[in-house]
């Protein structure tokens, strides 16, 4: 602004409209020799719901389809990305930047985690301090080729969040929930955010959903009726994939093998995602 502005943009050659959307621009480009098509945030209102576990999972099922994904781990106090890939090794660098770990299958990862000296030592950070952290994972970091890369964010609405919406390009987010009322009023708070923030909203992904029986066959709803089509009816929004309680599953993570792991309940999320890529490349 200039020093002699009248608030009336007589004394000033710069629109004060382009002023103030200059002055609220937070975005931070990428690294320099980064390559990024798509970037896709998993969000949830609430902890505990899977969030980690669908965005490993997403990576993994793309990365079956021949794209190149990448997992940016943007929940530093709670990184559990790392450990459902089985990377114990640490993230390197040059003069140039850092650089995203490799998993067995050729997934690129970055994690806080990845930068400790041990995996438990906790992160006692405040918020802006974790902010920046994320956008350096963004800027800092070189990520070659990269189709998809899923942002695996902390849970809720607060400081980090809302970092990532206004500094990093989000393409666009996939909110996870579970089954219960409580969750899915909670859920219904990270679709406003988004929808507040602009960013497109894919589809909603529930886990948790029912367990299927192994000797009957017969699917339970343990955690009892599903809400989940309701959220998505109010927003007009779609669900995308319900994903069962599956021991299997737990124990690949737990393991380190998500990489492994056996079933094509996101496979409706993929195809909508390769969708996006195709439209782009038209």
């Known amino acids: 602004m200039s020093e002699n502005c009248n608030q009336s943009c007589s004394s000033c050659s710069e629109d004060c409209a382009e002023r103030k959307e200059k002055k609220n621009d937070f975005s931070v480009k990428p690294h320099e020799m980064s390559s990024i098509k798509k970037v896709i945030g998993v969000v949830s209102g609430k902890g505990g719901v899977g969030k980690s576990l669908v965005t490993s999972m997403l990576a993994v099922t793309m990365n079956r389809m021949g794209y190149h994904t990448a997992v940016l781990d943007a929940d530093v106090t709670g990184p559990s990305i790392p450990k459902a890939f089985g990377i114990k090794e ?144 109010k927003h007009n929004l779609k669900v995308l994939a319900k994903l069962p309680v599956n021991p299997k599953i737990s124990a690949a993570c737990d393991k380190g093998m998500i990489e492994l792991f056996d079933g094509d309940w996101l496979e409706p999320v993929a195809k909508v995602l390769e969708k996006n890529i195709e439209e782009d490349n038209k």
Request: hydrophobic share 45%.
């Open 90 to 233: 640490k993230a390197t660098g040059s003069e140039f930047g850092l650089f995203p770990v490799k998993s067995k299958t050729g997934i690129d990862i970055m994690s806080v985690n990845l930068l400790l000296e041990n995996d438990t030592d906790p992160v006692v950070w405040r918020g802006p301090l974790i902010g920046n952290m994320v956008k350096q994972f963004w800027s800092d970091v070189i990520w070659s080729d990269v189709d998809f890369m899923f942002i695996d964010m902390p849970p809720g609405t607060g400081d980090v969040p809302l970092t990532v919406f206004q500094s990093i390009a989000v393409d666009g987010i996939i909110v996870v929930t579970s089954p219960q009322e409580l969750v899915s009023m909670i859920v219904s708070k990270a679709v406003r955010m988004a929808e507040m923030m602009n960013i497109p909203i894919v589809g909603l992904v529930e886990n948790m959903s029912y367990f299927k029986c192994p000797d009957c066959g017969k699917e339970h709803k343990i955690f009892g009726d599903s809400h989940i089509d309701e959220i998505a009816e």
